[in-house]
């Protein structure tokens, strides 16, 4: 009877498109960010001494680990066909055992303990294995070519150009397994581009002063893009720093990290990419001012997902924060002044935004029946954040009234009374956000909402028309 081949399977990149180490390795930042210096330390020490630091300080759970659905039924279909499986990996046994066990696929594991298994060493240990008899193996990287010169079926899952390039020199015959690929939309997705609607307020003070310069309204325009591009830094980072989270989330899982549309390695490029060239802009054209306060969105925002977004209260605070921040930019980089009622109106009104998505991930959890994660909130607290919310969005409608009847409004608007039709639009707006919202109607993402709401945009443009006649 002859043996049919052993099936070798590697797993980060191929059989999941993940990577435990780089898991691992974020895992271990949002733990402390200052591990970032120890980090860069065993890396110029080598691989092995990196991988085993981090191991000792992060046990991973992969439970949520994304699995290749397209390899996956491969490798049941060989398993149906009465090939043996083994789960080869560089990753730590301890690691490559949890993912084992819980597909319940694999009839055993190779795996790092004493050294590094990976290349070379990772075929010395298949051929050890296998005894010198044929064998497939499964790989995805440049590394994988000398084990796929010795197997008798070779599968190249998802490889990149270069890897192909390097298999075929080496006179590898790859069958290619492409089941997902990193195309414009994913890249896009990744940036979250409807967020960018969020850096329309850096056109408020232009708005408020009534200001009508082309090369100021210009200028700002640049500091949309470039605070965009920062900010789409910013939430890539943020989903990165979440990934075990989300991928427990109803809706989150499909994010392109945590789904694994988006490799880890290629998002931290991205990032780094984006962030430079939003500052970058920022400096040469709007001017240090403006670039000064970009980073202090970025350090805010920084401090928000290292420290303070599993802190209740504090997490919707700084969230308000951000907000307000672009209005200040917004000033900053026109050189308009701004005025305290303008900040406090902001202030209340971005605060029950950020109530608003609390409450309605809170809402969706609830009728998933799950419990938050990653947050510093629970269920019970659900009547208290609807209370602080509707409170705070209130209090914005009345420092608007009181604007209306200030000084600082007659002097600014020839016919001030127009703006007092503002006030009860603006309070139906907050009331039919914060039904829906009590309703389950609402999505995690008050702006996402609006920006698809056509009430929402009847109220901006009934606004519009009201200060334009007040004005």
Not at 48 to 74: M, N, Q, S, Y
Not at 240 to 264: C, E, V, W, Y
Not at 367 to 393: A, C
Request: proline letters at 3%; hydrophobic letters at 50%.
């Amino acid at each position: 009877m002859t043996t049919k081949p052993i099936v070798y399977v590697d797993l980060d990149g191929t059989l999941s498109p993940s990577d435990v180490l780089l898991e691992s390795s974020l895992l271990l930042l949002k733990k402390n960010v200052f591990y970032v210096f120890p980090m860069l330390w065993w890396a110029l020490q080598g691989g092995w001494v990196f991988k085993t630091e981090v191991a000792r300080r992060i046990d991973p759970v992969l439970d949520f680990l994304p699995i290749d659905a397209t390899v996956l039924e491969r490798l049941n279909q060989l398993k149906s066909a009465g090939h043996e499986l083994v789960l080869a990996s560089a990753s730590m046994r301890r690691d490559v055992q949890k993912v084992a066990t819980r597909l319940g696929l694999f009839d055993r594991v190779i795996a790092s303990d004493e050294f590094n298994l990976k290349g070379a060493r990772k075929l010395q240990a298949i051929e050890a294995d296998s005894k010198g008899e044929p064998f497939m193996y499964f790989g995805d990287a440049a590394v994988d070519v000398s084990v796929w010169k010795k197997a008798a079926v070779a599968f190249g899952v998802n490889t990149s150009m270069s890897t192909r390039t390097k298999a075929f020199s080496a006179g590898v015959s790859l069958n290619r397994i492409d089941s997902r690929r990193t195309g414009l939309k994913v890249w896009l997705k990744a940036m979250r581009l409807q967020q960018w609607a969020k850096n329309g307020l850096l056109f408020l003070p232009l708005i408020a002063a009534h200001e009508n310069d082309a090369a100021l309204w210009l200028n700002m325009l640049l500091g949309f893009v470039a605070f965009g591009l920062v900010a789409s830094a910013t939430y890539i980072w943020n989903d990165l720093m979440d990934l075990n989270s989300d991928r427990q989330h109803p809706r989150k899982r499909h994010r392109p990290m945590a789904s694994g549309t988006l490799t880890i390695a290629k998002a931290l490029v991205f990032m780094t990419l984006l962030g430079f060239a939003g500052f970058a802009l920022a400096w040469l054209a709007v001017g240090w001012k403006f670039t000064l306060v970009l980073l202090i969105y970025t350090v805010v925002t920084l401090l928000y997902t290292f420290v303070f977004k599993r802190t209740a209260f504090v997490d919707v605070l700084l969230l308000a924060m951000l907000y307000t921040v672009r209005v200040i930019a917004g000033g900053v980089g026109t050189g308009i002044g701004l005025s305290s009622w303008l900040l406090a109106i902001s202030l209340f009104v971005f605060l029950s935004l950020a109530l608003v998505k609390r409450c309605a991930e809170l809402e969706f959890l609830q009728i998933e029946g799950t419990q938050p994660q990653g947050r510093g909130y629970r269920m019970s607290d659900l009547s208290y954040l609807v209370s602080m919310g509707i409170s705070s969005g209130f209090v914005a409608v009345l420092v608007l009234a009181l604007y209306v009847d200030s000084q600082n409004g007659s002097m600014l608007y020839q016919t001030p009374e127009f703006l007092w039709g503002i006030c009860p639009l603006f309070l139906y707006w907050l009331m039919r956000i914060w039904i829906m919202t009590s309703r389950k109607e609402m999505i995690d993402d008050p702006v996402h909402f609006a920006i698809h709401d056509r009430i929402s945009w009847a109220f901006l443009v009934s606004v519009s028309v009201l200060v334009f006649l007040a004005s």
